[in-house]
């Protein structure tokens, strides 16, 4: 079985998928952010980095997914669906320009979504959104203590 756990950041993906792989004795598929070389860039200057970022995650993912076929149980800290998600937001709060919102969509809708994500092997079988108020996640982001995060806007 692939399941995903979905949700805004710091909502408790990491600690719930953590425990439910153990608990399921399932493969994780952590978010690929310690991994990521512009997460720290990013959240000091999204405007420069945000493309950079959202094409590395991208990347990363879809790696992830290409491993999970070798797994008959997994569990994913957050879902390749999401990142159009986060790309519009980044749109939205003119972080990322018209040019290269059209070409991270074209990618991921003609490469990534066509060719990989409905791949049998690898599509979820279960999806989970988790939620929480904006005053428990943002006290869950400072208890992480990634210092990057810690001067990210509420809106984001």
Excluded at 26 to 49: A, G
Excluded at 51 to 66: C, I
Excluded at 71 to 100: G, T, Y
Excluded at 146 to 155: L, Q
């Amino acid at each position: 079985m692939k399941i995903v756990l979905s949700g805004v950041v710091g909502v408790g993906k990491s600690t719930i998928s953590r425990e439910l792989a153990k608990l399921l004795k399932y493969k994780i598929m952590d978010e690929p952010v310690t991994s990521n070389p512009y997460l720290d860039d990013f959240y000091q200057n999204p405007l420069e980095y945000a493309f950079k970022m959202q094409v590395f995650m991208l990347m990363a993912r879809s790696k992830q997914l290409k491993e999970a076929q070798n797994f008959n149980n997994v569990i994913f800290d957050r879902s390749i669906l999401e990142d159009p998600i986060f790309v519009e937001v980044l749109k939205a709060q003119n972080n990322m320009n018209d040019r290269d919102y059209e070409v991270y969509l074209n990618f991921y809708n003609n490469v990534i979504i066509s060719s990989l994500y409905f791949d049998p092997q690898i599509k979820p079988d279960l999806i989970v959104y988790l939620k929480a108020n904006l005053e428990n996640t943002i006290e869950r982001i400072n208890l992480r203590g990634r210092e990057s995060e810690k001067h990210v806007p509420h809106e984001y």
